[in-house]
């Protein structure tokens, strides 16, 4: 990770840490540089979530793109995996996606991606930050024709819906969904491809206004669905974040199917049709041990990377691995998309009950969590706690408790300056007093940040 750019782009408060002055600079090195690589203009797409901060720093990059000669395409409001999606399909050299994902209003993020729909390249993000951070912007203005176009581009949107509703290998006539779009990128997208395909739709926080994106709705806050889905009899809910890369299912029963739950019923799926290549899913650190119990059960392997989708989808482009994900709900269908894509786990999951024939809740029952607790503490520096020996010794002193009956995962959120300090335990009750003897010294190094 960068000084700016961590595992998921460019993350601040708006205005505050992350202010259109950076937007426009990151426009116009983007502009200049691809161009420079072509030979000739560039073309970058950009999508945004429905953030009130979004269209301020759309129209910042789109100014610091055609300044430097880029044509620039807009999607508008639009997904994370359609900006990915278009990229491929449309030939262009580029994408930028706005969004802080699943994070409150106020924060937004700039999302690099690559021309191969993939999260842009470390050496390019380097050679962005040095300029970001240059004195002086030796860059040439483009003058006359080469001053870069401004194109509306929204039917890239509407051709990555088509794409999606392609995918689907049956009908969902009589089949009750629950949709929950966070006041987020999908709240114009989620129920038409549902309803295309013959679902009964019910649909909750579908209208933004640029301040209530993630307020207490979508995967972050699944209570709402939860409760939605319990109320109106449904057959099964899904609960998207602001850009709708990550999707979290309610079962018929109300219960949570997060993101190792969905990576166990697919995979699950796939081999029980000789179709999961090298027999491996590719997880995180964080998901649950329980997950790894059920796939010794099936015997299906698994690999542990960083947190992070973008380390899970090196690792599956590296291996050939066809699978992967993190319990937060990001899942990687690979054969289908280049990123995690919310809309696409959900009908993955349709895809599965309608084979089956069976409930969600049937489909998961063979996998049990381990109870777990986490607890993000706002920190002033993660590299402090992290070279704190007080700090290190708590740690290993709760690792050494629990021994071989769970575990303690102690590491630095890649867009927030937080530490998580995560235990899975045999009971709940151990999992908590694990978790707060190691916040506790924490907070007593005077580590904690408070605001």
């Avoid at 560039?42 to 793109?65: H, N, P, Q």
């Avoid at 649909?203 to 995967?219: F, H, K, M, R, W």
Wanted: glycine content about 10%.
């Amino acid at each position: 990770m960068g000084k700016y750019f961590g595992t998921d782009g460019f993350r601040g408060e708006a205005n505050v840490n992350l202010d259109v002055n950076h937007a426009f600079k990151i426009g116009r090195f983007i502009g200049w540089y691809y161009s420079k690589l072509k030979g000739e203009k560039c073309r970058v797409v950009i999508g945004k979530d429905t953030r009130r901060s979004s269209y301020m720093f759309e129209y910042s990059l789109v100014a610091g793109l055609t300044a430097s000669g880029a044509d620039a395409y807009m999607l508008h409001v639009t997904t994370t995996p359609s900006v990915a999606y278009v990229i491929q399909t449309e030939e262009f050299d580029c994408g930028i996606m706005v969004s802080a994902s699943h994070n409150p209003y106020c924060d937004n993020g700039i999302k690099l991606i690559n021309c191969h729909g993939e999260k842009m390249d470390e050496e390019t993000i380097l050679k962005i930050e040095e300029y970001l951070d240059s004195d002086k912007d030796d860059l040439p203005l483009a003058t006359g024709e080469n001053i870069g176009c401004i194109v509306d581009f929204f039917p890239g949107r509407n051709r990555y819906i088509g794409y999606l509703i392609s995918l689907a290998m049956r009908s969902y006539k009589n089949v009750r969904v629950g949709l929950d779009c966070a006041n987020g990128s999908s709240w114009n997208i989620a129920k038409s491809i549902f309803e295309a395909l013959g679902a009964k739709t019910y649909v909750i926080n579908a209208s933004p206004d640029g301040t209530n994106i993630n307020t207490n709705c979508g995967s972050t806050h699944i209570e709402g669905l939860q409760k939605f889905v319990k109320e109106n009899n449904l057959d099964v809910g899904f609960a998207f974040d602001g850009d709708a890369d990550r999707c979290i299912a309610v079962d018929e029963n109300g219960e949570v199917v997060n993101g190792d739950g969905i990576m166990y019923l697919y995979a699950a799926y796939l081999k029980e049709r000789g179709q999961l290549v090298n027999n491996t899913v590719v997880t995180t650190v964080m998901s649950n041990f329980g997950l790894y119990k059920a796939f010794d059960e099936l015997g299906i392997n698994y690999v542990k990377t960083k947190v992070g989708d973008k380390y899970v989808y090196e690792n599956m482009v590296e291996n050939g691995h066809i699978i992967g994900g993190e319990e937060s709900g990001h899942i990687i269908f690979s054969k289908y998309a280049t990123t995690g894509d919310g809309l696409l786990t959900a009908m993955k999951v349709m895809e599965v009950m309608l084979a089956k024939k069976q409930t969600l809740s049937s489909l998961v029952k063979n996998f049990v969590k381990y109870p777990q607790k986490l607890v993000n503490v706002r920190v002033a520096s993660k590299q402090a706690v992290n070279e704190d020996a007080d700090v290190q010794a708590a740690i290993k002193k709760e690792a050494e408790k629990l021994g071989e009956n769970g575990r303690i995962l102690v590491r630095e959120s890649g867009t927030e300056p937080l530490i998580r300090v995560m235990a899975e335990a045999k009971s709940e009750e151990e999992c908590t007093e694990c978790v707060m003897n190691i916040v506790n010294v924490i907070k007593a190094k005077g580590h904690e940040e408070i605001k």
